[in-house]
């Protein structure tokens, strides 16, 4: 298992691009399966769940190569496989994604539970809701979910009981095809979802009000391939954002869109930071030394990312006075914090609450990263420490960030990786 090494005390400085959105690329992959056409997705980011769904896809009976412009192309001519075996759901939770779209395009769906995960129950209740509400049959068994709709899917009203970012998707991808109208209340209101409407409107779905709370689809025969570009990966580049300001750095963060980071732009600029939206793009933040402690309740998109909370803890332990840090979307994701105090961070947990006591010098430690975000906050964290932090199992982090140590190491931080032998 690679290890990350990591100095810290030096600001980062300098520019620093922002790749495409995980979250985006895996339901636009899963979106492939809907249609027999070729389909071209670019800036799909060289993440391991990435890879994960592509093999996922391969092994539905898709063809999936890497071009030499770095673009994916799919062709999913057939599903011979309308399948998600248990060795690759329990790698990647996302796998649920294709849930909805093989049961749309195959009338058969045969899909491994996902078993627990560090930050939470996350069970896919609402995904097989979902599908029976368009009249698929469910039933589950040996670990796995089977969807039979032989007849094809019926469009619906469904009301989500709660919001699911991946459920909204997985609907999406079975209700373009359904017969009929199909209205969704209670939707995930996520960027990922905007994006992955768009992708499948140019594919020939009828889809209205993706970005709302109620989304509207008309169900269409038959979809065609595309061409799509994924987003720019909003967490990514507010991991960054949050680089700049702990280490009182001066970094441009180049491809992002601000608007979709809002949340976290205005709790840094309250807490002192200076970000500058330069348009095209483009933003500029300036850390200080003197940071303010603001609380953040995480919510649902636009409210403050909970993909942003163990980022955003590590930024507080540098921060005068004490913040309170509410967790609403995952019940277990404090994993983090634990690891903070190691390192120094004055830190106490109340159920969903974290009280962070700043301005704690922190010093490197050996920790352990527990999930993906989790990681990025130790990296954080380890930029400010004293001393070498060595990261372990930083497997999570390559999960979703893309060559983040050479893209860190290439504004002024000192970060190695240590492969295992
Ligand atoms: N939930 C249910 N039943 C369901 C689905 C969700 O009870 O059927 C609950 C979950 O347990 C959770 C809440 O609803 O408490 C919200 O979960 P959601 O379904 O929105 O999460 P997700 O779709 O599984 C996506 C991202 C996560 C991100 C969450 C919340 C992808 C591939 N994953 O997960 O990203 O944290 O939305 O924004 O889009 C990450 O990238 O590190 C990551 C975990």
């Given amino acids: 298992m690679d290890k990350f090494s990591i100095e810290g005390g030096l600001p980062l400085e300098g520019e620093i691009a922002v790749s495409g959105a995980k979250n985006s690329g895996l339901p636009a992959l899963a979106a492939c399966l809907l249609t027999a056409e070729p389909v071209t997705l670019r800036r799909v980011p060289a993440v391991r769940d ?14 999936v190569s890497d071009e030499a412009d770095g673009s994916i192309r799919v062709e999913a001519r057939e599903v011979s496989r309308p399948e998600a075996p248990y060795e690759v759901v329990k790698t990647m939770r996302a796998s649920s994604l294709v849930l909805g779209p093989l049961a749309a395009r195959t009338g058969r769906a045969r899909v491994s539970l996902p078993g627990g995960c560090a930050i939470g129950a996350r069970p896919i209740n609402l995904h097989v809701f979902a599908l029976e509400q368009l009249g698929a049959v469910i039933e589950q068994s040996h670990g796995y979910i089977e969807a039979q709709s032989p007849g094809g899917l019926k469009g619906r009203h469904i009301r989500f009981e709660r ?13 373009v095809l359904a017969e009929g109208e199909t209205v969704l209340e209670n939707a995930a209101r996520e960027p990922e979802v905007v994006d992955l409407a768009e992708m499948l409107i140019k594919m020939g779905a009828r889809i209205e009000g993706a970005g709302s709370p109620v989304i509207r689809v008309e169900g269409v025969e038959r979809l065609h391939g595309t061409e799509h570009t994924i987003i720019p990966d909003r967490i990514e580049a507010g991991t960054f954002l949050i680089g700049g300001v702990i280490t009182a750095g ?9 608007e979709h980071l809002r949340a976290l732009i205005d709790k840094v600029r309250e807490a002192g930071a200076a970000v500058d939206e330069q348009g095209e793009g483009t933003l500029r933040v300036r850390g200080t030394h003197r940071l303010r402690s603001v609380d953040v309740t995480t919510q649902e998109h636009p409210g403050f990312a ?6 955003y803890m590590a930024l507080m332990t540098q921060a005068d006075g004490i913040s309170i840090i509410t967790e609403t979307i995952f019940e277990n994701r404090f994993m983090h914090a634990l690891e903070l105090m190691r ?4 830190i106490r947990l ?15 430690a050996a920790v352990i990263a527990s999930d993906l975000r989790a990681s990025a906050s130790l990296v954080l964290a380890a930029l400010v420490a004293k001393g070498e932090t060595i990261v372990d199992r930083v497997y999570h982090i390559d999960r979703g960030y893309e060559k983040i140590e050479e893209k860190l190491a290439s504004v002024g931080a000192r970060i190695r990786r240590v492969e295992s032998k």
């Fill in 50 to 63: 990435i890879q994960t769904m592509k093999r996922l896809l391969r092994y539905t009976g898709a063809t």
């Fill in 250 to 258: 001066d970094l441009t963060i180049r491809g992002c869109e601000p």
């Fill in 343 to 346: 390192m120094g961070a004055n």
């Fill in 163 to 175: 919001i699911t970012v991946t459920g909204t998707e997985d609907l999406l991808m079975a209700a």
């Fill in 350 to 364: 109340d159920g969903r609450r974290a009280y962070v006591a700043g301005k704690r010098p922190l010093s490197g």
């Fill in 306 to 311: 909970t993909d942003l909370q163990a980022q």
